[in-house]
């Protein structure tokens, strides 16, 4: 599950059904260069079906785009042991809201300076990021780039954070 995949992606040929070839753009990973898009196909379990998955043959994961999800209705809900797919329909309370990231060219973005809580004051996830926490909060933070973070930091817009700036 991916909040920063605009497409759906796979590396892996035999997951797709129905693919079709095709001549598509080229996509930047992490790590290494990156890779063609060369087929299209549908993805499904028997009771989900995932449609337009890209087939990338250098990608290394695959990759369900959260906005694709989005856009056939379902909802999604992240904790720290899983995701949750919901059926279209599902509706959470909005006293159980804390924070609302809109949608913006198929990403979530979160403005840390204006972003309304139900409390009085935001806190940090951790108070210290190494490196390995650095890649494990940048997903979890919505792809947000280590400048947009010591931003948070710099201006106090995050209260909790003991440290001068995330590298």
């Known amino acids: 599950m991916d909040s920063g995949a605009s497409r ?9 059904k129905n693919v079709r ?19 299209e196909g549908t ?10 998955v890209n087939y990338i043959s250098e990608l290394e994961n695959n990759l369900l785009s959260i ?10 809900h992240f ?6 797919i919901f059926k279209p329909g599902f509706k959470i309370p909005d006293n159980w809201i804390l924070m609302r990231a809109p949608r913006e060219n198929d990403l979530f973005a979160l403005n840390m300076s204006t972003a309304s809580t139900s409390t009085s004051s935001a806190q940090c ?17 919505g792809h947000i780039n280590v ?4 931003h948070l930091v710099y201006n106090n817009l995050v209260e909790g954070v003991n440290l001068r700036s995330f590298h």
């Not at 993805?43 to 337009?52: R, S």
């Not at 906005?67 to 999604?76: A, E, G, L, M, N």
């Open 8 to 16: 759906h992606m796979t590396g892996t040929l035999n997951l797709l």
């Open 21 to 39: 070839s095709i001549r598509g753009g080229y996509v930047g990973f992490l790590g290494i260069q990156g890779g063609q898009i060369v087929g």
């Open 43 to 52: 993805l499904t379990n028997g009771k989900v079906m995932f449609d337009k």
């Open 67 to 76: 906005s694709q999800i989005s856009d056939k209705c379902f909802s999604t």
């Open 79 to 84: 904790t720290d042991k899983e995701c949750l």
């Open 125 to 141: 996830f951790t108070s210290k990021a190494s490196e390995r926490e650095y890649i494990l909060w940048h997903p979890r933070m």
């Open 147 to 150: 400048t947009k973070m010591n």
